[in-house]
Structures are given as structure tokens and as C-alpha cells.
């Protein structure tokens, strides 16, 4: 069984950081698209930042890059997920998840349908 579990999220100034880590166990050995995605009150939830498992190809929504990195390494044999967030606005208030779908042929998107592992979300609070 899949299991994603989001952690890192808190309350923050204008301009602070906050780094996110998702753990995630019960991947198949196999390519994943690994990403970021954020739903702030009242609005829809989109896409943050995406990278897939074993690379360093990445990519971000254009609200967020130059600001926040994705980021994954290895615990145990499983992947962990980060999303390092710099220079944070309080429009970048939300709940974030940290999303799965194995993509072995697939590019990685953005595209919340195209994903079907979730993690139960970390909140991020940014005060001005």
C-alpha cells in the first residue's frame, strides 16, 4: 500500500521559508512523477512544483520558481520529497500535498487528474 505523509508546514513571515518533506513508502520499483500541489480557501487547487523520481528534471508553477526548489532523496530505500519554499508571500497560504502517479512512459504534468496517490496535506500559513 501507498502511503505519502506530508510534514514541514507551519506559520511564517512575509520573506521567511519553510522546507516540506513528503515520505513516501510502497512505490514500485519503477518511474513516479513526484509533486507538489497547494488549495488555498475557496480556490482550486494547483500544481506547485514536479519532479520525477530519479532525476533532476524539474518543473514549477511561475508563481513559485525562482523561489521554491523540489527536491528528493532516499530513506530506507524509499523516496523522500522536499519543497524548499524561500522568500514566502501570504499568497502562498494553502494546504500542500504531496502527489504520486507512476509514470514509467508518461511526462509529468501539473495536471491534479493526472494524479492518483495524495498525501493528506501540510498547511502553510504566511502572515504579512
Known amino acids: 500500500q501507498v502511503q505519502l505523509v506530508e510534514s514541514g508546514g507551519g506559520s511564517v513571515q512575509t520573506g521567511g521559508s519553510l522546507r516540506l518533506s513528503c515520505a513516501v513508502s510502497g512505490l514500485l520499483n519503477d518511474r513516479y512523477c513526484m509533486a507538489w500541489f497547494r488549495q488555498a480557501p475557496g480556490k482550486e487547487r494547483e500544481g506547485v512544483a514536479v519532479e520525477p523520481t530519479g532525476t533532476e528534471i524539474t518543473l514549477y508553477a511561475k508563481t513559485v520558481k525562482g523561489r521554491f526548489t523540489i527536491s528528493q532523496d532516499r530513506d530506507n530505500g524509499n523516496p523522500v520529497v522536499y519543497l524548499q519554499m524561500n522568500s514566502l508571500k501570504p499568497e502562498d497560504s494553502g494546504m500542500y500535498y504531496c502527489?504520486?502517479?507512476?509514470?514509467?512512459?508518461?511526462?509529468?504534468?501539473?495536471?491534479?487528474?493526472?494524479?492518483?496517490?495524495w498525501g493528506q496535506g501540510t498547511q502553510v500559513t504566511v502572515s504579512s
Open positions: 502527489a504520486a502517479v507512476r509514470a514509467r512512459y508518461t511526462a509529468c504534468t501539473m495536471d491534479q487528474d493526472g494524479y492518483n496517490l
